[in-house]
Protein backbone atom coordinates (compact mmCIF):
# COMPACT_ATOMS: atom_id res chain seq x y z
CA UNK A 1 0.00 0.00 0.00
CA UNK A 2 1.34 3.62 -0.95
CA UNK A 3 0.84 6.85 0.56
CA UNK A 4 1.23 9.99 -0.89
CA UNK A 5 3.30 12.80 0.54
CA UNK A 6 3.04 16.37 0.03
CA UNK A 7 6.56 17.94 -0.36
CA UNK A 8 6.28 22.12 0.13
CA UNK A 9 9.27 24.65 -0.20
CA UNK A 10 11.44 23.06 -3.43
CA UNK A 11 13.48 24.91 -4.53
CA UNK A 12 12.68 25.78 -8.26
CA UNK A 13 15.19 24.29 -9.62
CA UNK A 14 15.00 20.92 -8.16
CA UNK A 15 13.92 17.76 -10.54
CA UNK A 16 11.70 14.96 -9.90
CA UNK A 17 15.32 12.35 -9.96
CA UNK A 18 16.88 14.40 -7.12
CA UNK A 19 13.87 14.69 -5.40
CA UNK A 20 13.13 10.37 -5.69
CA UNK A 21 16.94 9.85 -4.82
CA UNK A 22 15.81 12.10 -1.31
CA UNK A 23 13.18 10.39 -0.65
CA UNK A 24 14.82 6.64 -1.69
CA UNK A 25 17.28 6.93 1.16
CA UNK A 26 14.23 6.60 3.57
CA UNK A 27 11.99 3.92 1.35
CA UNK A 28 10.95 2.61 -1.61
CA UNK A 29 9.28 5.43 -3.74
CA UNK A 30 6.69 4.73 -6.42
CA UNK A 31 6.26 7.92 -7.97
CA UNK A 32 7.47 11.67 -8.00
CA UNK A 33 5.27 14.48 -9.37
CA UNK A 34 6.21 17.88 -9.50
CA UNK A 35 4.20 20.40 -9.83
CA UNK A 36 4.66 23.22 -12.62
CA UNK A 37 2.16 26.58 -13.79
CA UNK A 38 0.26 25.82 -16.27
CA UNK A 39 0.92 29.00 -18.50
CA UNK A 40 4.45 29.56 -18.40
CA UNK A 41 5.56 25.82 -17.43
CA UNK A 42 8.14 26.84 -14.34
CA UNK A 43 8.41 24.99 -11.43
CA UNK A 44 5.59 26.02 -8.54
CA UNK A 45 8.03 24.93 -5.77
CA UNK A 46 5.79 21.60 -4.31
CA UNK A 47 4.85 18.26 -5.25
CA UNK A 48 4.13 14.97 -4.33
CA UNK A 49 6.04 11.79 -3.57
CA UNK A 50 4.36 8.20 -3.54
CA UNK A 51 6.17 5.45 -1.32
CA UNK A 52 5.49 2.33 0.93
CA UNK A 53 2.90 3.30 3.81
CA UNK A 54 5.53 1.35 6.01
CA UNK A 55 8.37 4.09 5.33
CA UNK A 56 6.50 7.61 4.42
CA UNK A 57 5.97 8.14 8.26
CA UNK A 58 10.22 7.50 8.45
CA UNK A 59 10.68 9.89 5.67
CA UNK A 60 8.21 12.54 6.57
CA UNK A 61 9.77 12.44 10.18
CA UNK A 62 13.54 12.72 8.87
CA UNK A 63 13.20 15.39 5.98
CA UNK A 64 10.21 18.12 7.07
CA UNK A 65 12.57 20.65 8.07
CA UNK A 66 15.58 19.52 6.47
CA UNK A 67 17.29 21.52 3.67
CA UNK A 68 17.71 20.77 -0.17
CA UNK A 69 18.71 22.98 -2.40
CA UNK A 70 19.36 26.09 0.26
CA UNK A 71 15.58 25.94 1.34
CA UNK A 72 14.01 24.08 4.45
CA UNK A 73 11.31 21.46 2.98
CA UNK A 74 7.90 20.77 4.58
CA UNK A 75 6.62 17.23 4.10
CA UNK A 76 3.07 15.93 5.24
CA UNK A 77 1.01 13.50 4.29
CA UNK A 78 -0.85 14.51 1.27
CA UNK A 79 -4.57 15.72 2.01
CA UNK A 80 -7.52 14.87 -0.83
CA UNK A 81 -8.41 17.99 -3.23
CA UNK A 82 -11.30 19.05 -1.98
CA UNK A 83 -14.29 19.51 -4.83
CA UNK A 84 -14.55 23.12 -6.18
CA UNK A 85 -17.75 25.04 -6.49
CA UNK A 86 -18.71 24.81 -10.44
CA UNK A 87 -18.03 28.04 -12.94
CA UNK A 88 -21.23 29.80 -14.42
Known amino acids: MTKSLYVGNLPWSATEEEVRSLFAAHGTVSSVKLVSDRETGRARGFGFVEMDAS ?15 GRTLRVNEAQPKAPRQPRY
Do not use: C, N, T, V
Open 55 to 69: DAAGAMEALDGSSFG
